[in-house]
């Protein structure tokens, strides 16, 4: 009989919700056990009367739990900024880590993470959950089957609208924190990382690994009061030479994809593109003969990871995103912010409010960002008024 896996959650609220539920209504399916919470303010979770009632020991610090108990697993879902500190803190404590997406906020802290993993020799997950994904993994065999042939460019767009509820959490569209933390809280490096770090993954030769980002240009905009910007433009090449082209942006009214297309020298590969195929929500790939390969259904509420990382622990499987893994996409955020240093306002013209709840969006913003990725530009390729391009940054310093 395998045994138990003891599991602390660290951050109950927002996304950590899900890990609660998973532990509460399946841990016992998966012989894991919710042994204590971590977080400064759990009545925010959905779920904290219930852990009262379940006595589950509720902890302000990660220290006070480790003052007096174990756990092979710590789950961290808390704010960017705590997300190295905390994942070095449960390794050298004993605890195998899976830490919600990002890995952390710079390159220099994923280092730090993984110096400190190959010190423990302890497991380390990052939660990008496409990379866990079964639809995901198959696309990605075939690409390194080449039964795709060679990748060529990637063009990914994701308009998410977010009101201004959603900045009031302290650390929300932050560069640093109060205490000075790098926090680098972003539409790419929040809500929609997991698309930007998708094209990344799927490109690496291992099943574990993401291909290398070399070069970045990047325009980053912000419509609303925030350090750091909402909408998010990126042209990044890999070291195989693969354009990859990221559309995000929090400050539009209408809600579009995640969509995404991905061009190969045999076949076109597609989500949610009405145009290409008929299979919405279906990963699909569109061969020469045209018959179309389908994929599946990727699950972006999926909390499978946890159960995966669960099944690593007790030496069954693999984890396929690891810190490595991950760090793809922290090179391509901290190099994005190198490109733009000083993030560029939306003109207030353009600048629209809506109430109850309110939301902040820029008129014709949408209508662009299509337009660009649809011809495969940046908002300064196609000269509009209030686009400026960044500078090009490389990337191949920061592997070193």
Not at 178 to 205: C, I, P, Q, R, Y
Request: hydrophobic letters at 40%; proline letters at 5%.
């Amino acid at each position: 009989m395998s045994k138990d896996i003891s599991v602390l959650l660290v951050g109950i609220g927002g996304y950590g919700n899900n890990y609660v539920k998973a532990m509460l209504e399946d841990g016992e399916i998966h012989r894991a056990k919710l042994v204590g919470v971590v977080d400064p303010y759990p009545e925010n979770s959905k779920y904290f009367e219930t852990l009262k009632e379940k006595k589950v020991p509720i902890f302000s610090r990660m220290e006070d739990f480790y003052a007096s108990n174990t756990a092979d697993l710590t789950v961290i879902s808390s704010p960017i900024q705590f997300h190295c500190r905390q994942t070095c803190m449960a390794l050298n404590n004993g605890s195998n880590v899976l830490c919600e997406k990002p890995a952390a906020a710079t390159v220099q802290e994923v280092q730090e993470m993984i110096e400190t993993r190959n010190k423990t020799k302890l497991i380390v997950a990052i939660g990008f959950q496409w990379s866990y994904d079964p639809a995901v993994q198959s696309l990605k065999n075939d690409i390194n089957i080449g039964i795709l042939g060679k990748p060529k460019r990637f063009k990914t767009i994701v308009l998410w609208p977010r009101d201004t509820n959603y900045y009031k959490r302290g650390w929300a569209g932050r560069i640093r924190d109060n205490e000075g933390n790098w926090v680098l809280d972003s539409v790419a490096n929040n809500a929609t990382a997991h698309f930007l770090h998708n094209m990344l993954f799927v490109l690496g030769k291992e099943l574990d690994q993401s291909a290398k980002p070399i070069e970045i240009i990047a325009e980053l905009y912000r419509a609303n009061d925030i350090e750091n910007f909402d909408t998010s433009i990126m042209r990044i090449l890999t070291e195989d030479r693969v354009e990859l082209l990221y559309y995000a942006s929090h400050a539009v009214k209408d809600t579009l994809g995640p969509r995404f297309i991905y061009e190969f020298e045999n076949a076109i590969v597609a989500y949610c593109e009405p145009e290409i195929t008929e299979s919405i929500n279906n990963l699909v790939a569109v061969l020469p003969d045209g018959k179309i390969k389908e994929y599946g259904s990727p699950d972006h509420g999926s909390i499978q990871k946890l159960w995966i990382v669960i099944d690593a622990i007790r030496g069954n499987g693999t984890i396929p995103c690891t810190i490595e893994t991950a760090m793809s996409h922290t090179l391509c955020i901290n190099g994005a912010q190198e490109s733009m240093p000083c993030i560029i306002t939306f003109p207030p013209e353009l600048i629209r409010k809506e109430k109850e709840p309110e939301l902040i969006w820029v008129d014709g913003l949408e209508d662009v960002l299509k337009e660009c990725y649809g011809k495969g530009e940046l908002p300064s390729d196609l000269k509009v008024s209030w686009a400026k391009a960044g500078k090009q940054i490389s990337l191949t310093e920061l592997y070193k």
